[in-house]
């Protein structure tokens, strides 16, 4: 029977790092995955396709709407559709195969199959050909993932009526789409339509979109999202759906109790995710969950069934894949008697709708509802040299730190490259550093992070390039 130092179940980011580091450290390591390609469902159906589609879609807006007043003359323009999909499959290829390279590269032994967990230490695969293996490790860490949630009241069918999965991969552009959730991966998909003529309509049963930043900025990106040709209804609820002649016919209920029908050629549903375990831990084991269905761990992600770990999207926390690759390199440090560590309070999120959204550490209103004293610094884009000169002036960088020492408490950017602008703040805050240390720091001229100088500045009313 193989025997390993540490057997990893799934390799998405957080599973595949988690091997890659176990191999870095001397381990002896296994690799179990059930799909051909490694990288889970970030690489392969989430966030990389994705982007990739965000970006195609991004420069076709920009031809179509921006660069005549950029003095770019464009004739009679179109877009091929069968090939932005294909580019979007090769980014995935390229990023896919670059993983299996290192497996390979790093004497990590793949198992391509269904991992069990039968008992302490041992693993029963069930391998893609048909054959059953099994295999002994000291260390065994679950890295399954999630998958989309379902609403047991709109049934899927993967054609009209659809996930993520499906939604990136339409193979001719919806003329309405009915997204039902706004939250990132609603309003990012919804963005890519959108932007290739969809009318796209975004049903929301809480009152405001993008609900994990605070009111002020959900309210800007929705204002944006507005303008470019979205629809919402806030405050209510899909009831039902029904087809006729080929078109989805939805019914939604709003709070006050008006109803809504909203017809559409597709649907999306997007109400978040759900962990994915599928049977990794044999049932006679007794694997602990959480009353939201999470693994339950300790501090250094010990389940309690012995020499088992769990990371990612399985345990509570935000299901990110940046969260979960630290949780893979932390969890085999401590396995290796390492301090291996995750800093919760330092998580960045990002919606990446243009403009993005990204966010770190307390907002103001969840600082308020802690009862912490704030300064607020903000700092709009409209008034920085290089995002007037780039036309990115939609949206502004807001710094939140405690009233009573300046300890920087997280920060929110709206606006283009949102996502890149955040990671200086979150090394600061990393590092517990306050506002003044940003605003001690020379940033370049002309850039965007001069915006972030500002808004650390306008902490304490003296922001040099503002009113």
Not at 139 to 160: C, F, K, R, W
Not at 253 to 272: M, Q, Y
Request: net charge neutral; with cysteine; hydrophobic share 40%.
């Amino acid at each position: 029977m193989p025997t390993f130092d540490i057997t990893v179940i799934g390799a998405g980011p957080g599973g595949y790092v988690a091997a890659f580091r176990a191999a870095q450290l001397g381990f002896k390591t296994a690799l179990i995955e059930k799909n051909k390609t490694l990288g889970g469902t970030c690489l392969n159906i989430g966030c990389i396709p994705s982007k990739a589609l965000l970006h195609s879609t991004e420069q076709y807006h920009f031809a179509q709407k921006s660069a005549a007043k950029h003095g770019i003359v464009i004739g009679k323009l179109s877009f091929d559709l069968e090939t932005m999909l294909a580019r979007k499959d090769e980014v995935v290829k390229q990023l896919v195969g670059g993983v299996d390279f290192l497996v390979k590269k790093r004497g990590i032994t793949r198992y391509e199959g269904v991992g069990k967990v039968v008992a302490p230490g041992k693993i029963s695969v069930t391998l893609n050909d048909g054959k059953t293996e099994e295999i002994e490790s000291k260390h065994i860490i679950l890295a399954t993932g999630s998958v989309p949630a379902e609403l047991p009241n709109l049934p899927l069918d993967g054609e009209q009526v659809v996930t993520s999965t499906e939604a990136l991969d339409f193979k001719e552009v919806p003329k309405r789409l009915l997204v039902i959730g706004g939250g990132a991966i609603g309003l990012e998909l919804g963005s890519v339509w959108a932007r290739l003529g969809s009318t796209v309509t975004v049903v929301e049963f809480l009152p405001r979109i993008a609900v994990g930043v605070d009111p002020d900025v959900s309210t800007a990106l929705q204002r944006s999202l507005t303008a470019q040709g979205f629809t919402f209804h806030l405050d209510t609820g899909v009831q039902s759906l029904a087809k006729k002649n080929g078109v989805v016919i939805a019914t939604a209920k709003t709070k006050d109790g008006k109803e809504i029908t909203i017809e559409a050629d597709k649907v999306l549903v997007s109400v978040g995710r759900k962990p994915y375990l599928a049977g990794a831990v044999d049932e006679s084991l007794g694997l602990k969950l959480t009353q939201r269905g999470q693994v339950e761990v300790d501090a250094h992600y010990v389940t309690n069934i012995p020499g088992l770990y769990a990371i990612g999207d399985i345990i509570s926390g935000p299901m990110l894949a940046h969260k979960a690759e630290d949780e893979g390199v932390a969890v085999v440090e401590r396995i290796a008697g390492k301090a291996g560590h995750v800093n919760y309070d330092a998580i960045p999120a990002v919606i990446y709708t243009e403009p993005e959204v990204a966010s770190v550490g307390l907002g103001e209103a969840a600082a308020k509802e802690q009862g912490i004293a704030v300064k607020i610094g903000k700092f709009n884009f409209k008034a920085n040299g290089r995002a007037i000169a780039a036309d990115h002036t939609d949206g502004y960088v807001k710094i939140i730190a405690d009233a009573k020492n300046d300890r920087l408490l997280g920060a929110q950017i709206i606006g283009s490259n949102a996502s890149e602008l955040l990671a200086e703040i979150v090394s600061v805050l990393e590092f517990g550093g306050s506002a003044e240390d940003i605003a001690r720091t020379t940033h370049s001229h002309p850039t965007l992070s001069e915006s972030i100088k500002e808004a650390a500045l306008a902490v304490d009313k003296r922001a040099l390039h503002s009113a």
